[in-house]
């Protein structure tokens, strides 16, 4: 692993059922992992790209990883910085939750969206499931959640009333 990671965009793609929320959850299956989470629970997630936006890398992983379609974000959007200076091209942005594992060296950076179309499992996850935020703790509890995501996931807890808010607010749109 090198001294330098890039910055994980990690994807919380949430969801309305049946009048309460859910949060999109895989199992890990990357054929390369060389961690020891193999098969842990987890979101969508990835490694940001030289010049990709954080949008443009949440899209693409979660494409990659489930098959869907961002549609929105939720919380944790960019917002575009004017600056006067020519070698920077600078955007800010409030993510819900940002979290660093210096023992696995990431920076994990949360977005809250909500996506389209229909998931297919892929190499590097399969065992999507729709799963409602009281059944979250049940399965932090469990421990096989991979450890990047876990505060994110404590977050949205705290989050569900606003996250329900924003998914009505989208319906309306």
């Known amino acids: 692993m090198g001294k330098y990671q ?29 961690t020891p989470y193999l098969g842990y629970l ?15 890398a949440a899209s693409r992983e979660l494409r990659e990883e489930t098959g869907l379609e961002l549609r929105a974000i939720l919380l944790g959007g960019p917002s575009p910085y004017g600056s006067d200076e020519p070698t920077s091209s600078l955007t800010t942005f409030r993510p819900p939750i940002c979290v660093v594992d210096t ?5 994990g950076v949360a977005i809250i969206v909500t ?4 998931i297919t499992s ?23 959640v991979f450890p990047l995501n876990r505060p994110m996931l404590e977050e949205l807890l705290k989050r569900g009333s606003e996250i329900s ?4 607010e989208q319906e309306v749109q």
């Open 122 to 144: 892929t190499q590097e996850a399969a065992e999507h499931e729709w799963v409602a935020l009281h059944r979250i703790p049940g399965i932090l509890a469990s421990g096989c």
């Open 165 to 168: 808010g924003a998914l009505s």
């Open 42 to 56: 987890e979101l969508p997630q990835g490694k940001i790209s030289k010049n990709e936006s954080m949008e443009e």
């Open 103 to 107: 023992e696995q060296n990431h920076i």
């Open 6 to 34: 890039r910055p994980v965009v990690s994807i919380l793609t949430v969801r309305e059922i049946d009048g309460e929320v859910s949060v999109l959850l895989q199992r890990r299956s990357k054929p390369d992992d060389d």
């Open 115 to 118: 996506a389209g179309g229909r």
